[in-house]
């Protein structure tokens, strides 16, 4: 079965840092998306991506968040200056058609520590 | 006050029993999303729903739009169906994004 797959697994870094998350969403769909889990809360939507530009984003992705698909395969989010409070579990998803039609598949996700 | 509320937070049953797992939103939505998260964190879509019912396996997944309500139901459960039921919606004036409920926590004893 076709799967979305994050790497690393997990990445820990100093405040202040820059990380890239990468992930390489199934190869037909056309719609991409980063979630993060802060630990003990609720999942939180970060960003859409389609046709090679971002569709959505939400209050949480300001301006030390980007990202891009370089090669036509990798989806990639980069975190300019981590935070402390940046540390949760990256998820990212993707889905052939976008809202109301299909279901989405979640890759194993990336986990974040910034000390 | 959340757009997604899920109840109950927690649940633990006994193997072979059945389960109910419900999911209330207050916005309009164009579709509706039971997940499942493991311990180890990966998230795995079980259905998406716009109206009725899906059944898939030993889970069955209900939406009455009118009344803003979802539920999940799993028969005969089993110890491997412990994990974390999350309930999200895509809410009508929002795109593509989920919203999602706090989750449901699920316990099986054998």
């Known amino acids: 079965e076709p799967e979305v797959t994050q790497t690393p697994s997990h990445q820990v870094t100093q405040m202040g840092q820059e990380v890239i998350l990468r992930c390489v969403p199934i190869s037909n769909h056309l719609y991409f998306y980063w979630y993060r889990q802060i630990l003990g809360q609720k999942v939180e939507f970060l960003v859409s991506f389609y046709n090679n530009e971002i569709s959505e984003k939400s209050e949480i992705f300001d301006d030390q968040f980007s990202v891009e698909r370089p090669d036509g395969s990798n989806f990639t989010l980069k975190i300019r200056s981590t935070k402390l409070e940046d540390s949760a579990m990256y998820f990212c998803?993707?889905?052939?058609w976008g809202s109301g039609a299909n279901v989405l598949t979640f890759g194993a996700g990336s986990r974040l520590t910034v000390l | 006050k959340n757009e997604v509320e899920q109840s109950p937070q927690n649940l633990t049953a006994q193997e072979g029993e059945f389960i109910t797992i419900n999911c209330s939103y207050s916005v309009g939505i164009s579709a509706l999303h039971w997940l499942q998260q493991h311990p180890g964190g990966g998230i795995v879509s079980l259905f998406m729903l716009s109206s009725g019912k899906k059944k898939h396996g030993r889970l069955i997944a209900t939406i009455n739009i009118q009344e803003k309500h979802s539920s999940l139901h799993i028969t005969a459960s089993h110890p491997r169906d412990s994990a974390v039921y999350i309930c999200?919606?895509?809410?009508?004036?929002?795109?593509?994004?989920?919203?999602f409920g706090e989750g449901t926590q699920l316990t099986v004893n054998p």
């Open positions: 999200a919606v895509e809410v009508e004036t929002s795109g593509s994004r989920l919203t």
């Open positions: 998803a993707s889905n052939v």
